[in-house]
């Protein structure tokens, strides 16, 4: 019962795939003025020929429904088009700076569940102390405070006045590092490279706080109202009535059904990760798919925008596909 | 329960004019009443109370920025570039918070730029409640094929993340006021859609949805006259809490130079062109921050507050 119900899910998906490539596919003709003087950008002197080679080459020569229907066929087939600007295609683009997008998620994710998790819980233990007041005064700003402002405030603080951890990018200099997958902390381990190993945790450090503070400020606020929630349910008083000590009340019989609206929670901030991706990646100069994108925004390189746009829109729908299956593990009671 | 003050007893049959005149003096005393009880319950929110001077005060600066400020935002003295705020060593009184790479005065830059915020967030979460509580009401209340067109919409646009979705439309559009109206409306209005229809479909089952059918009153006067003043207040409570979100979307974007064009001084473009005199002039990018920082902290405490007060089924903590 539940595998269809899971297949009925992931089918679902199929149409707001689709509908999220239409969507792009009309990004560009928003665009006021001529697709193909648009992708040229100001690269300017093309001959006549060479614009009515691309004119073709792009189908603009084709009503709009054949051309929707070929962007869609080529899209399919892992072909979002080619950058005029970087000269290759775009899926290769994509593909070669998405590990550094990644280690940078994971870090923030990583970060925020190691700071959410103890605080969301120490919150609701402790209810109205003022370790309860200071955490969720702090989850508070975490949300009103926009990413980019969070990031110079850390460079200030951390890389120019205290010079503790480095200003931008993933690795310095002398760290001769043999690239294989593209995540750097795995490269390092996997070739035994010290130095490179501490010195992409240091650059992952004030970047994963950056884009992990909202994320970290939501987890703590929804762990703590639903531990709330399940620290006054029956049978939590019936487990301290048996004497069971404290901490196992907390960590086994309140914590454990408190994850689940948690973890739908912390699969919804996958937005926040991949909005404040563009944001953060571009304060810290992280080379990674958020910062190419806002390059190819002013060098108008509109293929490359759209097709990064496309790859953002389905890593979301993705996510929430993932957390709305997970949830159905985490809570058998609950159908999709 | 407060017991009910002295409003009349309901007159027998009366002339169409008369009957609104009663009508309207009930709707009146209600609305008296209800704002009296809500300054009240207020004050039992000081943070909420305190959140809602903090925003008057943003709105009286953004308003008379002329009359507040001597300076011009738009014009520097370039002998006084980078001058540190007024409490440092070589900072002067003249310039509070300092100045900025082209000499102009932080202070009054941060002022102006507060009207951009403002409106942007104002104007965003206004036409997006407009949009959203329309189309939500007729979806909600009639079904049909309206409804499942707009849902398969809006879900689409949910495929999105807010900020992705708004840089890829600046990105085509380009920067500019009404442009980033535009894009932040295109995806904003689904919250208030989806909170509306939600209601709609809960509250049209009710009793008193069923009587007034019964009266004979028309679909729209039971739509707007009877269903739309049990919603409105979780609506406003979320149109609050969505303008934070709003201004900080607004800043993230002219951050990126994507939002409003740079002569104009907005927030995130003055936290992004202080970005390069880090080392040398923290202040440039630091207080526009804070500026965006305590505005949104006082729209998100007074939002709760508001929650708290008008739609205590919502209080996360129950």
């Known amino acids: 019962m539940r595998a269809v119900k899971i297949l009925e899910r992931i089918l679902a998906t199929i149409p707001i795939v689709f509908g999220v490539a239409i969507v792009v596919f009309f990004f560009i003709r928003l665009t006021p003025g001529d697709p193909v003087d648009i992708m040229m950008g100001q690269g300017g002197a093309i001959s006549e020929g060479e614009i009515e080679r691309l004119r073709q080459e792009f ?229 990674g798919l958020g910062s190419m994108v806002v390059s190819a925004i002013f060098d108008r390189d509109f293929p490359l925008i759209q097709g990064s746009v496309m790859i953002y829109a389905f890593t979301f729908v993705m996510a929430n596909l993932i957390v709305d299956v997970l949830y159905t593990y985490l809570n058998p009671k609950i159908s999709l | 329960m407060r017991q009910l003050p002295d409003l009349e007893i309901a007159p027998g049959a009366l002339s169409p004019l008369a009957r609104q005149q009663y009508l309207w003096r009930i709707r009146l005393g209600l609305i008296q009443r209800n704002s009296s009880e809500f300054l009240r319950e207020l004050r039992k929110h000081p943070l909420a109370l305190l959140s809602g001077v903090v925003i008057v005060v943003y709105i009286l600066a953004a308003i008379l920025a002329e009359q507040i400020t001597a300076h011009d935002p738009g014009r520097g003295n370039l002998r006084l570039r980078l001058d540190p705020p007024a409490w440092q060593a070589e900072g002067s009184w003249e310039y509070p918070l300092g100045t900025d790479a082209q000499g102009r005065d932080l202070l009054t830059r941060i002022i102006y730029g507060a009207r951009v915020s403002l409106a942007v967030g104002l104007l965003s979460v206004g036409v997006s409640v407009v949009i959203g509580l329309v189309l939500g009401a007729l979806a909600g209340y009639f079904r049909g094929r309206l409804d499942s067109l707009v849902s398969r919409f809006a879900d689409l646009l949910l495929a999105f993340p807010f900020l992705i979705f708004a840089i890829g439309v600046m990105a085509f559009l380009g920067p500019g006021f009404t442009n980033l109206i535009l894009a932040l409306t295109f995806k904003g209005w689904v919250e208030f859609y989806r ?63 994507l939002g409003i064009p740079p002569r104009i001084p907005a927030w995130g473009s003055m936290v992004s062109a202080g970005r390069d005199y880090m080392l040398v002039a923290w202040w440039v990018s630091t207080f526009p921050g804070l500026a965006i920082v305590i505005l949104v902290l006082a729209i998100n405490l007074f939002g709760e507050g508001l929650r708290d007060i008008l739609d205590p089924r919502l209080k996360v903590d129950g």
């Open chain 1, 59 to 287: 189908h603009l020569d084709e009503p709009l429904h054949v051309q929707l229907w070929l962007f869609l066929r080529d899209a399919v087939r892992g072909d979002l088009g080619y950058s005029y600007v970087l000269k290759r295609p775009v899926t290769t683009l994509i593909a070669e700076r998405l590990p550094a997008t990644i280690e940078l998620a994971l870090g923030a994710l990583i970060l925020s569940l190691v700071i959410a998790l103890p605080i969301g819980i120490v919150s609701a233990v402790r209810q109205n102390s003022s370790l309860d007041r200071l955490s969720m005064a702090g989850a508070f700003l975490g949300i009103s405070m926009p990413a980019f402002w969070l990031g110079i405030i850390l460079i200030l603080l951390f890389s120019v006045r205290l010079k503790l951890l480095p200003v931008q990018g993933r690795l310095s200099f002398d760290a001769n590092l043999q690239e294989m997958t593209g995540f750097f902390v795995l490269d390092s381990l996997l070739t035994g490279n010290r130095v490179a190993l501490l010195s992409s945790l240091k650059h992952l450090i004030l970047p994963s706080i950056t884009l992990g503070a909202p994320v970290a400020a939501v987890i703590a606020r929804v762990l703590r109202s639903s531990m709330l929630e399940t620290l006054r349910s029956d049978y939590v008083t019936l487990a301290r009535s048996k004497g069971a000590p404290e901490w196992s009340v907390v960590m086994k019989h309140a914590l454990r059904n408190a994850l689940i609206p948690t973890v739908t929670v912390v699969g919804l901030q996958v937005g926040i990760l991949l909005g404040g991706n563009m944001i953060v990646e571009t304060v810290f100069s992280w080379p």
């Open chain 2, 195 to 257: 909170l509306v229809r939600g209601e709609m479909l809960s509250e049209k089952t009710q009793e008193y949805v069923e009587a007034a059918r019964v009266t004979g009153q028309s679909h729209s006067a039971i739509i707007v006259q009877e269903i739309l003043p049990n919603i409105i207040n979780s609506v406003f409570v979320l149109a609050t809490l969505r303008i934070g979100y709003m201004i900080i979307m607004e800043a993230s974007l002219s951050f990126l130079g």
